[in-house]
């Protein structure tokens, strides 16, 4: 069992910033990937960015390519996004997933963390 936390989300102006923090743990942890995705109202969940375990390799999708950054803290299987210059677009709830050695997708969600950026 993997219990996945994600905290930090808020209201912003535009223009501002945030940062997400998620902890994962569980005695069958053993990351491969830790990823946030995001959903927004009437919208399906899409992928925002990832890091890998092994190596910190990061991924981002195009639309927050610039202004977010993640990164990882090895010792608690914490990550973290930065989010800057946020746009309304960027409102959504943002959730954390992990994925584990062995499995071929994200298999261990948080709740999840609203995050509302106003114009």
């Known amino acids: 069992q993997v219990h996945v936390v994600e905290s930090g989300g808020g209201l912003v102006q535009a223009g501002g910033s945030l940062r997400l923090s998620c902890t994962a743990s569980?005695?069958?942890?053993?990351?491969?990937?830790m990823a946030w995705f995001r959903q927004a109202p009437g919208k399906e969940r899409e992928f925002v960015s990832s890091?890998?375990?092994?190596?910190?390799?990061?991924y981002y999708a195009d639309s927050v390519k610039g202004r977010f950054t993640i990164s990882r803290r090895i010792a608690d299987y914490t990550v973290f996004l930065q989010m800057n210059n946020l746009k309304p677009e960027d409102t959504a709830v943002y959730y954390c997933?992990?994925?584990?050695?062995?499995?071929?997708?994200?298999?261990?969600w948080g709740q999840g963390t609203q995050v509302t950026v106003s114009s």
């Open positions: 569980g005695r069958t942890l053993s990351p491969v990937a």
């Open positions: 890091i890998r375990w092994s190596g910190g390799s990061t």
């Open positions: 997933a992990v994925q584990r050695v062995g499995a071929g997708a994200y298999t261990d």
